[in-house]
């Protein structure tokens, strides 16, 4: 079983930061590669970052480049997203997401979503 919960979300001013965390409370001993999506409002779902645990490689969408650092802790069984240099357009529900694959597009799918958490980012 996989039940992912995330945290760390809230009201930040622009150019702040907020890290999030997404910890696999389930218990399945499997290990699926992790990442983040997020949901503005009237938007669709869009892919935000992941880290493929194969190879250690990470991809970003373009939006979040520079800004936004995804790692992990495999002993905790944890995702993170730390989130630098907040601007108004990162405002969305950010969605934790497990066994994620890339497909032949380039868009990504995962097979198990968090609830989300809400990050607001003030002008």
């Known amino acids: 079983q996989v039940q992912l919960v995330e945290s760390g979300g809230g009201l930040v001013q622009a150019g702040g930061s907020l890290k999030l965390s997404c910890t696999n409370r389930g218990r399945s001993l499997s290990t699926y590669a992790m990442g983040w999506f997020r949901q503005a409002p009237g938007k669709e779902r869009e892919f935000v970052a992941t880290r493929v645990w194969d190879d250690e490689s990470t991809y970003y969408a373009d939006a979040v480049k520079g800004r936004f650092t995804i790692s992990r802790d495999n002993a905790k069984k944890s995702v993170y997203l730390q989130m630098n240099s907040l601007k108004p357009e990162d405002t969305a529900v950010y969605f934790c997401?497990?066994?994620?694959?890339?497909?032949?597009?380039?868009?990504?799918?995962?097979?198990?979503w968090g609830q989300g958490t809400q990050v607001t980012v003030s002008s």
């Open positions: 997401a497990s066994h994620m694959v890339r497909n032949l597009d380039g868009t990504w799918s995962a097979d198990n």
